[in-house]
């Protein structure tokens, strides 16, 4: 029987806010690598695209950069199981009479709400840009959008803390790490729309949960999504994000609670 305890996910949760906020470092890079997408891309790229739909392609491409800062930051979260192993943290939270589900659902809680930090600041940036046009509509969305972010980030921290669980090499991380992140954001739609690729191609995209991800902050930031998913395509993505956040969630935790150190 699961059994959590609000006192220590909080405190946990608040370590993981602490560690990322004193990481100035961790926030930079990583703005800066989504800033440079949109950069070279949105402006770059959206010159000679023009733009995909009824949109610019820079308005186009920027609900997909935000995610990728978020799965990001999400995944790569994962490393402070290992970090806090090597480094003798994880026993005294073990030894703590607390319930690891509740020490998992903090970490999880902690690194959601941090890479959810990053794709504010990406939203920000990419409105000043002039991705998306002011309006009521917005501002309604741009709300919407960071419960999206919340809920992304939450099923790929979970991700990220299950190979850190099963994981205990810093480099092995990386690696598998980078090997799993970047098929699915190449595969989420960030580039190119769903309907204009072959049929193989629009079947490995529609098994990318991070697709349903991106869908849903199109809807959000831009009032549409992809044609393919139809006028509820926003019902399925949430729905398809919602199943995979507790299938991932459940395994790490399940993965956590099985951590020997």
């Given at each position: 029987m699961i059994q959590l305890q609000g006192q220590a996910i909080y405190v946990v949760l608040l370590r993981e806010l602490k560690r990322y906020w004193r990481a100035k470092a961790r926030i930079i890079s990583s703005v800066a690598q989504s800033f440079f997408f949109l950069i070279v891309f949105g402006l770059?790229?959206?010159?000679?695209?023009?733009?995909?739909?009824?949109?610019?392609?820079?308005?186009?491409?920027?609900?997909?950069?935000?995610?990728?800062?978020?799965?990001?930051?999400?995944?790569?979260?994962?490393?402070?199981?290992?970090?806090?192993?090597?480094?003798?943290?994880?026993?005294?939270?073990?030894?703590?009479?607390?319930?690891?589900?509740?020490?998992?659902?903090?970490?999880?809680?902690?690194?959601?709400?941090?890479?959810?930090?990053?794709?504010?600041?990406?939203?920000?940036?990419?409105?000043?840009?002039?991705?998306?046009?002011?309006?009521?509509?917005?501002?309604?969305?741009?709300?919407?959008?960071?419960?999206?972010?919340?809920?992304?980030?939450?099923?790929?921290?979970?991700?990220?803390?299950?190979?850190?669980?099963?994981?205990?090499?810093?480099?092995a991380f990386q690696l598998l790490s980078t090997f799993v992140i970047w098929p699915l954001f190449m595969l989420s739609g960030v580039f190119f729309p769903i309907d204009v690729v072959p049929r193989p191609l629009q079947v490995a995209m529609l098994l990318d949960p991070m697709f349903y991800g991106v869908e849903l902050l199109r809807w959000c930031l831009l009032g549409s999504g992809s044609p393919l998913l139809g006028p509820l395509g926003w019902l399925i993505s949430l729905g398809v994000l919602a199943g995979f956040n507790a299938l991932v969630v459940a395994l790490g935790t399940y993965l956590f609670s099985r951590t020997e150190v």
């Open positions: 770059g790229l959206g010159g000679f695209i023009g733009g995909v739909g009824s949109v610019s392609y820079l308005s186009y491409l920027a609900p997909g950069i935000i995610g990728m800062g978020l799965i990001f930051g999400s995944v790569f979260s994962g490393v402070s199981v290992i970090f806090d192993r090597q480094f003798g943290f994880m026993k005294e939270m073990l030894v703590a009479p607390v319930s690891r589900s509740s020490i998992i659902l903090g970490k999880i809680l902690g690194g959601a709400v941090t890479a959810s930090i990053q794709g504010v600041i990406l939203m920000t940036v990419a409105a000043a840009m002039g991705a998306f046009a002011p309006s009521i509509a917005l501002a309604v969305g741009a709300v919407a959008a960071v419960g999206v972010m919340l809920l992304i980030t939450g099923g790929f921290v979970g991700l990220g803390v299950a190979l850190g669980s099963i994981i205990k090499d810093f480099h």
